[in-house]
């Protein structure tokens, strides 16, 4: 997936199955070979990111890539399910939701209504990386990631035990919108 981000990032996509015949194939079904669990920011398609076409990637997303119980269900279903063989879990940079976070972090104010459960769920990152003694936005990215990764490792015994069985690899990324590449922050 790393090549065809590479791709991606040169300007130099292939844009592969996304022609008729592979819209034909898929009415039989999807087989995906990787699911990808990222930010609902507009600006990260993992399609376009990792030049992948139609029933290529099983994707997830939500704002700052929280992880809840319909997340972990999806995920499993992809893992389960489906059978995908690796698992990304992708922060980016400038992500609204990160920023917000360290924000209430240094003091302002909870968002209103629902959006204060993001903040909930990405305040451990933040606290975990300011202990760490990291202080800037992409170290809070990729510590949000690796939290986010190790959250889905240790609450699904589903994914928990894929990987130990050798069948599924979890990869914690972080997208960086500046040069669109992908950079590894962990893995399992």
């Known amino acids: 997936m790393l090549e065809a ?3 991606f990032a ?35 398609p993992a399609e376009l990111i990792f030049d992948a076409g139609l029933g290529d990637l099983f994707v997830v997303r939500t704002a700052g890539e929280v992880v809840d119980t319909g997340v972990m269900a999806t995920l499993e279903f992809a893992v389960a399910g489906l059978g995908v063989e690796l698992l990304v879990i992708m922060g980016h940079e400038n992500c609204g939701a990160v920023k917000a976070t360290a924000e209430v972090y240094e003091g302002a104010d909870l968002p209103p209504a629902q959006q204060r459960v ?31 990764a190790e959250k889905v490792l240790a609450t699904s015994s589903v994914i928990r035990e894929a ?24 893995s399992w």
């Open 163 to 186: 990987v130990e069985a050798g069948k599924l690899n979890v990869v914690a990324a972080r997208y960086k919108l500046d040069d669109a590449t992908v950079e590894t922050v962990a």
């Open 10 to 44: 040169e300007g130099k996509p292939e844009r592969p199955n996304q022609d008729e015949d592979r819209r034909a194939a898929l009415q039989g079904g999807q087989n995906p070979y990787a699911c990808v669990f990222t930010c609902s920011d507009s600006r990260v």
């Open 118 to 148: 993001l903040v909930e769920q990405i305040l451990p990152s933040i606290t975990k990386a300011k202990q760490a003694g990291m202080n800037e936005r992409e170290d809070f990215e990729r510590q949000h990631a690796a939290r986010m």
């Open 5 to 7: 981000n590479r791709r």
